[in-house]
Structures are given as structure tokens and as C-alpha cells.
């Protein structure tokens, strides 16, 4: 597991990676939102990632061909705008509002 700290609308967030190489980003369909986020923070050689260079990342797969295959792409018109909610949920960043316990996975 390795351990990164992001610094997004001023709040700094410790994020920890899983190491899985065998989850390259690639042209294929993701079963969720929070597994197409896996699969591009893990197609780094570190896997691990900036929010500006997932935000480009997440973009540019929001705007290829094979992105409306998936089932649930077309229950938001941006995924992008997810994004920050996304981070702070999987980091825990939701008090009194998550169920307990609630194990962060980032």
C-alpha cells in the first residue's frame, strides 16, 4: 500500500493506494464509477496520481467512444463533476453522515 497527500479546496487528504498492476486503465468497461477510478490511479507505473492529472485522465475517458458502454454512464452528464465527492467519500471525509464503521479505502 502506498501512502500520498492531496491538497484540494484547501483540505489536505491522505490517500493510500493499493498496489495491483493488473489493473491497467484501458479501453474496457468498469462496473462502477469507483472502479474506472482504481483503474486509472493504478495505470501509473507508482500508481498514484495528482487530482489534476486524475481530473485530465477521468476527462479523457469520459470522452471517448467505449465510455457510454458502460451501464451507468449515462446517469450523470459529468464525471468529472463526481470527482471530489468521490475522493472525499472513499477517504472518509463524510462525518456523522457514514455508517459505522466505515474502513477509508483511501
Known amino acids: 500500500m502506498l501512502l500520498d497527500k492531496l491538497n484540494f479546496a484547501g483540505q489536505n487528504?491522505?490517500?493510500c493506494?493499493?498496489?495491483r498492476p493488473e489493473h491497467e486503465l484501458n479501453q474496457e468497461m468498469h462496473v462502477c464509477f469507483f472502479t474506472l477510478l482504481r483503474d486509472i490511479i493504478c495505470s501509473?507505473?507508482?500508481q498514484r496520481m495528482a487530482l489534476p492529472s486524475l481530473t485530465a485522465k477521468l476527462?479523457?475517458?469520459q470522452e471517448s467512444p467505449i465510455?457510454?458502454?458502460n451501464d451507468w454512464f449515462g446517469l450523470s452528464p459529468s464525471w468529472?463533476?463526481?470527482l471530489v465527492s468521490a475522493i472525499n467519500f472513499l477517504s472518509g471525509d463524510f462525518p456523522g453522515k457514514l455508517s459505522k464503521?466505515?474502513?477509508n479505502l483511501l
Open 13 to 15: 487528504k491522505t490517500i
Open 17 to 19: 493506494y493499493f498496489s
Open 44 to 46: 501509473t507505473q507508482d
Open 59 to 61: 476527462q479523457a475517458w
Open 67 to 69: 465510455s457510454p458502454l
Open 80 to 82: 468529472v463533476d463526481h
Open 101 to 103: 464503521p466505515y474502513i
